[in-house]
């Protein structure tokens, strides 16, 4: 059974740092394109970043470039999203999410985590 964890969301002011994790679990993560999304309150849920499965590529939207960064450690099934600098139109649920290519799309991927609340005050 595929099952993905995010942890790290929080509490955190305008300007500060967050560092979520996504742990996978019952599939050949390093055979998987991973990505984080994001769905604030009343809103779809938006691509955030993505990154190949070797880790040397990564895509991020164009609202956090420069301030998040995606990498993955596959000898210990994790992903990662370092976000800094955070706004308040940062505050969402974050999900990590696993699929066979690189999309923007949330039809793309085949595993959904539970998510993770970031809020942040400003």
């Known amino acids: 059974q595929v099952q993905l964890v995010e942890s790290g969301g929080g509490l955190v002011q305008a300007g500060g740092s967050l560092r979520l994790s996504c742990a996978a679990s019952g599939v050949t993560f390093s055979r998987y394109r991973m990505a984080w999304f994001r769905q604030a309150p009343g809103k779809e849920r938006e691509f955030v970043a993505a990154?190949?499965?070797?880790?040397?590529?990564?895509y991020h939207a164009d609202s956090v470039k420069g301030r998040f960064a995606n990498s993955r450690d596959n000898a210990k099934n994790m992903v990662y999203l370092q976000m800094n600098s955070l706004k308040s139109e940062d505050t969402a649920v974050y999900y990590c999410?696993?699929?066979?290519?690189?999309?923007?799309?949330?039809?793309?991927?085949?595993?959904w985590g539970q998510g993770t609340q970031v809020t942040v005050s400003s």
């Open positions: 999410a696993a699929g066979a290519k690189i999309a923007k799309w949330t039809d793309e991927y085949d595993y």
């Open positions: 990154i190949q499965w070797g880790g040397g590529t990564s």
